[in-house]
């Protein structure tokens, strides 16, 4: 079946502009979270949605960060005034909740020029 | 905070069996322990979870420790495509935080 889609692939932006990435958790998945990976790093929690719960906005870095998930499923995570510091691999995950596994999309990677 | 502690790195000869351990000292009772790991330039795939009985799959098994403040991953039979960062993640309905992981060196 369809796995975790994130769109765009790679995305090329310059410092100041806002962008917006996008991720297609797998059907049904209730669950859907959103990691920040630098160069070489680990993966940054940024935000988690669970059902029609508020959203655990803990992890986004700074105010110029926002995601929302529509209908429970797609869910957009939108970056304002870009910063070069904020390149890096975003990372979307999806899981029916509960102990269920997270499945992995292939990530956007975001380069701020 | 990842609340568990792995090493930053090992090694393991192919056709070798590897075991990657995990501390997960302040575990609560209903907290998963599963593992992913992320090969190259691809996003983290699951691996395995359990909660307190030892749990095989086609993977790699994982032995939980009794009072299940660690864990051991373990490949049997490691290969070239085995070489990754493999994560240890206390797991519960809630956000999920990851440390930074071990990244595992294959030799052939």
């Known amino acids: 079946g369809a796995g975790v889609s994130q769109s765009p692939s790679n995305k090329v932006t310059e410092k100041g502009k806002d962008v917006e990435l996008r991720c297609d958790p797998i059907s049904g998945h209730t669950a859907l979270y959103w990691y920040r990976q630098s160069l070489g790093q680990g993966l940054e929690f940024l935000i988690y949605f669970q059902g029609n719960s508020a959203p655990d906005k803990s992890g986004l870095p700074s105010d110029r960060f926002s995601a929302e998930r529509t209908g429970g499923s797609v869910s957009t995570l939108t970056i304002q005034r870009t910063q070069q510091e904020d390149s890096a691999v975003y990372l979307c995950?999806?899981?029916?909740?509960?102990?269920?596994?997270?499945?992995f999309g292939n990530g956007t990677r975001l380069t701020v020029t | 905070d990842a609340k568990t502690t792995q090493p930053n790195s090992m090694e393991s000869n192919e056709e070798e069996p590897v075991h990657l351990p995990c501390n997960h000292s302040?575990?609560?009772?209903?907290?998963?322990i599963h593992w992913y790991r992320q090969l190259p330039s691809q996003g983290p795939e699951y691996v395995i979870h359990?909660?307190?009985s030892n749990v095989n799959n086609r993977m790699a098994s994982l032995a939980i420790a009794e009072d299940r403040k660690s864990s051991t991953l373990i490949l049997h039979r490691a290969t070239l495509r085995d070489a990754a960062v493999y994560y240890c993640?206390?797991?519960?309905?809630?956000?999920?935080?990851f440390g930074k992981g071990t990244r595992l060196h294959i030799l052939p």
């Open positions: 302040t575990i609560s009772g209903t907290d998963y």
């Open positions: 359990g909660l307190t």
């Open positions: 995950a999806s899981s029916y909740g509960g102990s269920s596994p997270l499945h």
């Open positions: 993640i206390r797991y519960r309905d809630d956000k999920i935080i």
